[in-house]
């Protein structure tokens, strides 16, 4: 049995890490631990979650568990890898510190210097269906943020191909409020956001925008510029990508058809839609699921990408990403 | 015209006060006050409300008034009344502070001493339709709580005619979040909101369960017993209290409803239902109607009693205690 | 494996069942039946399940299954049960068509003659925790309807123990949408619930109240009187009775708790919650759990019950039959 | 006073013109009408509405008003049209008749041949803020769609103004669940609907695409194509359109921004949001409001153009509209 630590418990995402993991056939949760929270338990803060007791992040017996999963805020993340990392742990990082190559880059957009930029080189991106070849064995995995792993997942087969693009590429996305966490402020009162629907840090102001466009780079030689619109849905989970990418000449949609089915025939968690189906949040809540539709008007392809911004955007690709590290079977705990 | 202030603008019952007063074709608003916003606008608070200038509560000018609303916590409510009626401002205050007639029973329930017990005997209790005599000329108007509102208007026909009930009274009552204010805390995070349903301080543990006794034992000599039950609504507004009152023997249920028609007839913002309906929120949003419906079963009556808890809750029936107060027509600003 | 056929699988029942039945590690599912989209897939009617073929009632293979799950509106049920049982099938009921026991009182409540009045006798009342020792290899079983088994599971164990009640119970229910079936009715239209809050059928105008009183006849021999309201909420899933019962005398809440402690303890699928909690549906939607909290405030316990109407009062519930009718562990597949 | 009839009044747009219209200083309605529901009141239907008798369309008294509203289906809204002109009404028509000027678009879109296309040269596009001067003494007035008005409000500065466009403009579009009209439906149904999202009929598949198209050819000789992605939100009411305009070159936002104020500075109800400000359903909805942000990025102009679908997007401006052909304050009975 793979031994499971969880940092950052209290979360959306610990919770659905500890959910997910708790019915997985080869791990077992060691122990949840929390900042805020140590001493209660899990169900003292999640009323139907299991009675695990919390400990303090600075309690944790690394030497007792095979991987940390951290869903911690970032910078407190980087330093947590560090120490589970030198007492020989596996670390799958669900917060943003490994996520960017560059420590310049990320000090830009966190307004932070990077807390362990000699791990930056090792980390594998762990987009699990693009990086898979990566993953046996990496001691470091940054998990995709929700928002990229719903716009890469979309984009990957079409650039990777190389079909001529003209700029940009514009991906219009729309997040349900789990995204933005589980601390209370204005935006989350339910007051504001029932009956409501927001654009937010729209264009090039998302932290998740470079993230996006490193994958991209790393695609394709001349990278598309991207534009990202963020939008909050009074929903509590779930994010559609609504993507538009418009070719320099005439393509034919069955042609573009082939290089999706090309890349994802045979994944368990990517499902390609039926040619007039778009995706929509209700194909994949609760599912470790992307689903992508693909609509060609002119020369425009629409591809729309939804996936659980918890499941498959955080704790189940992370559950994933574990699998395929330690060599189990990928969809175990996961269907 | 009216001069009013407002303080405490800036949480949702102050909203809502500023949108009534601005389309009163009798009063005006001579400012808007919030502790903590002073130096913004409204509009800065609210993208969709005006951009009046928020002032600090200690800098209002109290002599440019005629009338202030206080949209205060109890305790500051209490302190700001005090000096307004010193400057000889009426005062429509929406807190709980003035409520409770005795200051022993305001300090058990609130945890704290009354800051003004001296001016407690001379409030006048806002719940229009039934002390509308006392309103005129009034200095200080304690306007009603919500849960009270809708709890009360459905049984003072009922109580006050003096028929034999079996003890107790139970109000299973349901609002929606805006009830319980605009600051941010876990329990009004729209995840744990949505998709959700809850008791909360049920029995004898809510604050406002002696508001409505105290009202109780105005009207009947030997008071049943109220067990009062709120439950936290995934709707932004809105409260529907369903409420059972069993009597000792048999009554008819045209001889029940006679007594409703015999209260509300007339009555501009009270309707009491057809036979064989019951209320629903969908029948007073946005409106300062309060709906009541009447179900006899047996020896049981079954009311429902909806309003929405800002506006024939909070700030409509303080508008029209206002309008009362004054002179004005009582449905000025309120249709 | 025990081979199980659902007819009526394009309702959320149905569809539920499908999601339980195919996690299941000792059931296979051999067909799902409808009859109104017979021909498709249940993907084509459900985006999200599986692309199993939709077969007409009247094809379906009865020699190749064990066990008929009926998720068919009431008549049409009972006469595919009738069908059924003559080849030899298992049926387990999700209908209302055996749940009472006397035929004349179900053609009183569904305006319809019994069409198989001869299998009322034979058939088992599904409340698994209630009538367990009767289920283990019963050829029909019919499963109780989600408001009966929120209030039942509350009350059972109140009303074995002989406890002097002051008539009527009351049960003020409060049911998510997905309750009132698939079919498109004005009164599901998103537009008419969202934001809204309605009684509706209240006192003793339900099909679920003659159920509910003939389980407590069974239990008590004078039976308390029973209320019940039932509400829509405007959530998809879930039900919260906040139930009202007042006794004779002075009773003891520890005493009371007992009662419960004693008739739930080990339970699988039912939680007492601790002291000072009540039920909310966080606690159990997408689960097979009911949870239940015990407040006393003077001779008056409040109940809360909260149940996922889909699961535990009716596909869960199902399931957890099928399991204990098989011999299975109870909790196969549920967990 | 204006005298107003309306026809089709117990759908959405017709309850909200009611509300509107009986407010209205300088009108009255005269009747209500509807084919289904004759013989009711509006109440019935609506229980918050007033208690107006409904008559058939057939029985309708063309002289007794001044002006007929049809809220009514399309082909059906013409057939009414052409008997309220011939019995010298003016009409504003809120279905789609009226508003292609090509019968054979019209066919092709609507799949019927116009039923009166003698009368599309007459009537005039009720964009108010675009074509205010048309409408004085106008007898027949094409109500906008809900979506164009978000969309071309938002791009009329821009488009007017003549600056080079990098083709496709892109209108990413998000309604709530009003705008697909009264009638039940599987995809209103609030459990398909509620915690959930999706695109439906993107690209160029929708029928207010047309409308748009022959607007943006008015207004552009050389006219960009676009791109229209309908998407259904979780709320009652509401659009907004987030839409991307790539320029051919660098473009200054102070400069784009000069085109908005230009254009609608002084407006009543077109807010331009100061900078870094993106629009939001809240700051729109029960208004007759249309809140537009400007953000630039690179060469790509991101707007979002919010409104309520019910008023701004029908009701609402059928009143404005009707304000100035009648030559009333154009803000009357919408504030």
Same mark, same amino acid.
């Given at each position: 049995?793979?031994?499971?630590?969880?940092?950052?418990?209290?979360?959306?995402?610990?919770?659905?890490?500890?959910?997910?993991?708790?019915?997985?056939?080869?791990?077992?949760?060691?122990?949840?631990?929390?900042?805020?929270?140590?001493?209660?338990?899990?169900?003292?803060?999640?009323?139907?979650?299991?009675?695990?007791?919390?400990?303090?992040?600075?309690?944790?017996?690394?030497?007792?568990?095979?991987?940390?999963?951290?869903?911690?805020?970032?910078?407190?993340?980087?330093?947590?890898?560090?120490?589970?990392?030198?007492?020989?742990?596996?670390?799958?990082?669900?917060?943003?510190?490994?996520?960017?190559?560059?420590?310049?880059?990320?000090?830009? /957009?966190?307004?932070?210097?990077?807390?362990?930029?000699?791990?930056?080189?090792?980390?594998?991106?762990?987009?699990?269906?693009?990086?898979?070849?990566?993953?046996?064995?990496?001691?470091?995995?940054?998990?995709?943020?929700?928002?990229?792993?719903?716009?890469?997942?979309?984009? /990957?087969?079409?650039?990777?191909?190389?079909?001529?693009?003209?700029?940009?590429?514009?991906?219009?996305?729309?997040?349900?409020?789990?995204?933005?966490?589980?601390?209370?402020?204005?935006?989350?009162?339910?007051?504001?956001?029932?009956?409501?629907?927001?654009?937010?840090?729209?264009?090039?102001?998302?932290?998740?925008?470079?993230?996006?466009?490193?994958?991209?780079?790393? /695609?394709?030689?001349?990278?598309?510029?991207?534009?990202?619109?963020?939008?909050?849905?009074?929903?509590?989970?779930?994010?559609?990508?609504?993507?538009?990418?418009?070719?320099?000449?005439?393509?034919?949609?069955?042609?573009?058809?082939?290089?999706?089915?090309?890349?994802?025939?045979?994944?368990?968690?990517?499902?390609?839609?039926?040619?007039?189906?778009?995706?929509?949040?209700?194909?994949?809540?609760?599912?470790?699921?992307?689903?992508?539709?693909?609509?060609?008007?002119?020369?425009?392809?629409?591809?729309?990408?939804?996936?659980?911004?918890?499941?498959?955007?955080?704790?189940?690709?992370?559950?994933?990403?574990?699998?395929?590290?330690?060599?189990?079977?990928?969809?175990?705990?996961?269907?």
């Amino acid at each position: 049995m793979i031994k499971a630590g969880i940092f950052g418990a209290t979360g959306y995402t610990g919770l659905e890490l500890v959910k997910l993991l708790r019915r997985h056939p080869a791990a077992d949760i060691a122990f949840v631990a929390s900042q805020s929270q140590a001493g209660k338990t899990l169900r003292d803060v999640f009323p139907a979650a299991p009675a695990l007791p919390l400990i303090a992040g600075a309690d944790a017996p690394l030497d007792a568990i095979d991987v940390a999963f951290l869903c911690l805020p970032h910078a407190a993340a980087a330093e947590t890898a560090t120490v589970a990392l030198a007492a020989g742990t596996r670390v799958i990082d669900l917060s943003a510190d490994f996520r960017l190559r560059d420590a310049a880059t990320y000090a830009h /957009w966190y307004a932070h210097d990077h807390p362990a930029p000699h791990l930056l080189a090792e980390a594998v991106y762990g987009l699990t269906e693009v990086y898979r070849a990566e993953l046996p064995g990496a001691r470091l995995v940054a998990n995709p943020g929700c928002y990229p792993t719903s716009v890469l997942l979309a984009l /990957w087969p079409l650039l990777r191909a190389g079909l001529p693009i003209a700029e940009p590429i514009i991906a219009d996305s729309k997040s349900g409020v789990s995204g933005a966490g589980r601390t209370p402020t204005q935006t989350s009162h339910f007051v504001e956001v029932a009956d409501n629907f927001s654009a937010y840090k729209i264009g090039r102001a998302h932290r998740h925008l470079p993230e996006m466009e490193q994958a991209i780079a790393q /695609w394709r030689a001349a990278a598309p510029a991207l534009i990202f619109s963020p939008h909050l849905l009074p929903v509590p989970r779930g994010i559609l990508s609504t993507i538009y990418v418009t070719f320099e000449k005439d393509v034919a949609e069955a042609d573009l058809r082939d290089l999706y089915t090309a890349a994802y025939d045979g994944e368990p968690f990517v499902s390609v839609l039926p040619r007039g189906q778009t995706a929509a949040l209700a194909h994949v809540t609760h599912t470790n699921r992307c689903a992508i539709g693909l609509t060609l008007t002119g020369r425009t392809l629409i591809l729309t990408s939804a996936i659980d911004n918890l499941i498959k955007g955080a704790a189940g690709q992370a559950v994933q990403n574990m699998n395929v590290v330690f060599g189990c079977d990928e969809t175990a705990g996961l269907e």
